[in-house]
């Protein structure tokens, strides 16, 4: 693109954001997704010619090529990619707006969007759920279970309202407020017949050569898995699953002698109903705290605020009682 294109002024940002209608950031979201003006034109119910002339609008709104124009279709440049994202933002934004204002004005509680992690984050969500529900019966509830690393990704592109997880990078504390909620002691588990059931004293040495089940490398379970071995030098040689799903482990386990460090809080139930066999072996205390994240600086729905009022509440109750 030649500098000599869009002529001018730079355009600050609160100026281009002021010229930009609702009609432009559904044309860039479809046109984001489509890659074709043809099709982009159909989906907007507009003629191909008035399809090219709202993007010409606003690049010269803009002041910048978006896209590249190509044989078929089109390409997003890194403007337009940022320009994408801000868009589909925004839609996302006033949807979630009218689906709230809608519900609150028919006498509802609104939605709320909440990520979680596996674990004893899963049986404390579970007790909010409860207890939320029944404070705001008519609050439509919609919960995400993932890996910490991609619920902060759907935190920042506002897919989740809140998330119960951890931080995977040093970096996203300058991005999100962190609220510790509570650590996780760990469990080493396996089928119910498991030939190491009822053992004593059992070294890292012995459960190096058994085959294991292993979390994803982006996990803070596979985290403490790696450290306890890898810190006393030694390596799995029996062969490994790795699997982000409890339950696929689960039946895993009670069909093979494979054996997983999991939550306590997750497993307990299972162990104490003969579903699972713990296996005794010394461990760090815990994984890393886990805690309630949200976006820095952004004002929570009253639907927000009401959870987690309540979820501290019952993170209290846990760590009381615990």
């Given at each position: 693109m030649s500098p000599d294109e869009f002529p001018?002024?730079?355009l600050s940002l609160a100026q281009a954001c002021a010229r930009l209608r609702f009609r432009h950031l559904q044309f860039l979201d479809i046109l984001g997704r489509t890659r074709n003006l043809r099709l982009t034109a159909e989906q907007m119910h507009v003629t191909q010619p008035a399809a090219t002339k709202i993007l010409m609008d606003i690049e010269a709104i803009l002041e910048a090529r978006l896209f590249d124009r190509l044989s078929r279709g089109m390409r997003p440049n890194e403007l337009g990619l940022f320009t994408l994202r801000y868009a589909g933002a925004a839609l996302d934004g006033q949807r979630k707006f009218v689906d709230e204002f809608n519900a609150l004005k028919q006498g509802g509680h609104g939605h709320l969007t909440i990520g979680?992690?596996?674990g004893s984050a899963a049986h404390l969500l579970?007790?909010?759920?409860?207890?939320?529900?029944?404070?705001?019966?008519?609050?439509v509830l919609k919960v995400l279970e993932q890996s910490s690393d991609q619920l902060i990704s759907w935190l920042e592109e506002r897919k989740i309202d809140l998330m119960i997880g951890r931080?995977?990078?040093?970096?996203?504390?300058?991005?999100f407020h962190y609220e510790r909620l509570s650590a996780e002691p760990l469990w080493v588990v396996g089928g119910l017949h498991h030939p190491l059931r009822g053992a004593a004293n059992l070294p890292l040495t012995e459960l190096?050569?058994?085959?294991?089940?292993?979390?994803?490398?982006s996990t803070a379970v596979r985290k403490v898995c790696d450290d306890l071995f890898g810190g006393a030098g030694l390596a799995l040689s029996a062969g490994v699953v790795e699997t982000p799903s409890f339950l696929f482990a689960l039946e895993l386990m009670n069909t093979t002698t494979m054996m997983s460090l999991q939550p306590a809080a997750l497993v307990e139930k299972?162990?104490?109903?003969?579903?699972?066999?713990?296996i005794p072996v010394?461990?760090?205390?815990?994984m890393p705290d886990y805690g309630l994240i949200t976006r820095l600086a952004e004002p929570l729905t009253p639907s927000a605020q009401a959870f987690i009022t309540?979820?501290?509440?019952t993170a209290g109750l846990a760590i009381e009682t615990s």
């Open positions: 001018g002024k730079p979680a992690i596996t579970v007790a909010s759920v409860v207890e939320i529900q029944r404070l705001r019966p008519l609050l931080f995977t990078d040093e970096a996203q504390r300058s991005q190096a050569h058994w085959p294991w089940i292993l979390y994803p490398a299972y162990v104490n109903k003969g579903l699972l066999s713990r010394a461990l760090p205390d815990r309540v979820l501290r509440e």
